[in-house]
């Protein structure tokens, strides 16, 4: 991308309800804030929504600090790869990395694909997220709001035995779905075997982040009949390559990563030392969800349902229709 001249930063901060309580290992999500930053050199615009990591204290007032640092350099003109020298990875990062991919778009004429080096996109099968609840709960969503999933992720707690009944009785309801579990950093190395024996029992086909950040030598020398994914363990390029030997795929967020730019490379690298690749997201609107998108293109699984635990999406927005997600070129990155 050319180094561009004389843009005007603009930094939002917006609440965006959900339309219920998101319950994960250790929090209860209300509502998602976010920053949306836009770029703008007097005739075109770009634009980035980011939500931050909660776990890495990443929250509105970090991220626009970390923009406010770097913005006589972003408004003296900047290029992606600058970017990552002059922002630390995070939220605030990715929505200004995202508004300059968008603004290229719109100085160039050329389409987000074609500036990535990707084919036209097709719509990808999307993980449909229940939050860890009542068994019975999850069973209920899984069968009615979620019954055009096809794929379904469960949120564990670390509780052993509960989590043992939400993943049976989900299965037991959707026995036609493929399902994965992420136990966001909630279990020990002690709980695993047990805990895997039913989730092979059960088929699901992949457990995300078991052990917390910090802890994953303790996977050294474990045998998993199922794909273990880094989430928490992978928040950047840089931590790749330590995954192998450990973890069989590794999800990448935009937040973590700090925007699409890096994202992609991850993506590259993880292919290259023979992982398995999956976007996933922070909750946030379909502003956020479009970059993603394109990273999505590139894995294996994909986990891009943030919209759909809004109380109200930005117009116009991702579909999801079969089990699937669609970005229309309206949503973001069309080019002028």
């Not at 509105?60 to 020298?85: K, N, T």
């Not at 794909?227 to 390559?241: K, Q």
């Not at 986990?303 to 309206?330: M, Q, T």
């Amino acid at each position: 991308m050319p180094v561009l001249e004389k843009l005007s930063l603009d930094v939002a901060v917006e609440a965006l309800p959900l339309a219920k309580p998101f319950r994960i290992s250790g929090h209860v999500f209300t509502e998602s804030s976010v920053v949306v930053v836009t770029l703008s050199d007097g005739v075109y615009t770009g634009r980035g929504e980011a939500s931050g990591v909660y776990y890495l204290g990443d929250d509105v007032g970090a991220m626009r600090a970390a923009i406010e640092a770097a913005r006589p350099e972003i408004e003296r003109g900047i290029d992606r790869a600058r970017l990552l020298e002059v922002m630390p990875a995070g939220g605030g990062r990715n929505a200004v990395d995202c508004a300059l991919w968008e603004l290229e778009a719109k100085r160039t004429g050329r389409s987000i694909w074609d500036i990535a080096g990707l084919e036209a996109p097709r719509a990808l099968l999307t993980t449909f997220t229940l939050g860890a609840d009542d068994p019975a709960v999850m069973a209920e969503t899984a069968t009615g709001a979620y019954a055009q999933a096809r794929a379904l992720k469960l949120k564990l707690t670390g509780d052993l035995a509960l989590d043992i009944a939400r993943v049976r009785a989900v299965r037991a309801a959707r026995p036609d779905c493929w399902m994965g579990v992420d136990a966001n950093q909630g279990f020990g190395i002690a709980d695993l075997p047990t805990l895997v024996e039913v989730l092979v029992e059960t088929d699901v086909k992949l457990l995300e982040q078991p052990l917390r950040r910090g802890a994953e030598a303790d996977l050294d020398g474990f045998e998993c009949p199922i794909p273990i994914a880094a989430d928490e363990s992978a928040l950047t390029l840089a931590d790749v390559p330590g995954l192998v030997g450990r973890f069989d795929v590794v999800n990448i967020k935009l937040d973590k990563c700090g925007g699409l730019t890096e994202g992609l490379a991850m993506a590259a690298k993880a292919r290259e030392l023979g992982l398995d690749v999956m976007v996933g997201n922070m909750v946030g609107s379909s502003l956020a969800m479009a970059p993603a998108f394109v990273l999505g293109q590139l894995c294996d699984v994909v986990d891009l349902d943030g919209p759909i635990f809004l109380a109200a999406d930005r117009r116009p927005g991702v579909v999801y229709k079969d089990g699937k997600v669609w970005c229309p070129d309206d949503v973001w990155g069309l080019a002028a």
